[in-house]
């Protein structure tokens, strides 16, 4: 057990846990933040992605250890008081989900995406979003959606 600091959707928190724990039952279990989902426990589907310092990181893979010191964003913190990011507000349009369990890791992909690549091609979204595992079928939609969002952050429409 050890004191970890660390800034959560722009609050700075401090928290005494076992430093090999996951981030993501600290972030379920310890500080009630349910948007974070489990998904297979193996970093490989995506449903527990959050941003760790602008970073697509699987949240189920990510001990503490590595969380000290840093920025963490899950879905919770995209929206701005009761204005959602445009990436929400795109797979909202365009309904970039069906069942929505790996929506949100879907959402926090698409984000550091674009924090990394604004203007993204249709090929590059596909490829960053390829390790994001969706078994409703709502792939097409998912592009498209992102598709959007990078227009809207850039003050224009696709």
């Known amino acids: 057990m050890r004191a970890i600091s660390f800034s959560l959707n722009g609050v700075a928190r401090k928290l005494t846990v076992d430093d090999t724990r996951t981030l993501l039952w600290v972030l379920r279990d310890d500080l009630g933040l349910t948007g974070t989902k489990f998904g297979c426990g193996e970093a490989v589907c995506g449903a527990c992605t959050v941003l760790l310092d602008n970073e697509a990181v699987?949240?189920?893979?990510?001990?503490?250890?590595?969380?000290?010191?840093?920025?963490?964003?899950?879905?919770?913190?995209?929206?701005?008081?009761?204005?959602?990011?445009?990436?929400?507000?795109?797979?909202?349009?365009?309904?970039?989900?069906?069942?929505?369990?790996?929506?949100?890791?879907?959402?926090?992909?698409?984000?550091?995406?674009?924090?990394?690549?604004?203007?993204?091609?249709?090929?590059?979204?596909?490829?960053?979003?390829?390790p994001h595992l969706c078994r409703c079928g709502a792939h097409v939609r998912i592009v498209q959606a992102i598709e959007s969002a990078s227009a809207a952050m850039a003050g224009g429409a696709r």
């Open 58 to 130: 699987r949240a189920c893979a990510t001990p503490m250890s590595a969380v000290d010191g840093k920025r963490v964003v899950t879905i919770e913190g995209l929206a701005h008081e009761d204005q959602l990011h445009p990436v929400q507000a795109a797979f909202v349009e365009h309904l970039g989900f069906q069942c929505g369990f790996c929506t949100s890791g879907m959402i926090m992909g698409a984000h550091a995406l674009l924090l990394k690549n604004p203007k993204p091609t249709r090929s590059q979204i596909i490829k960053e979003m390829e």
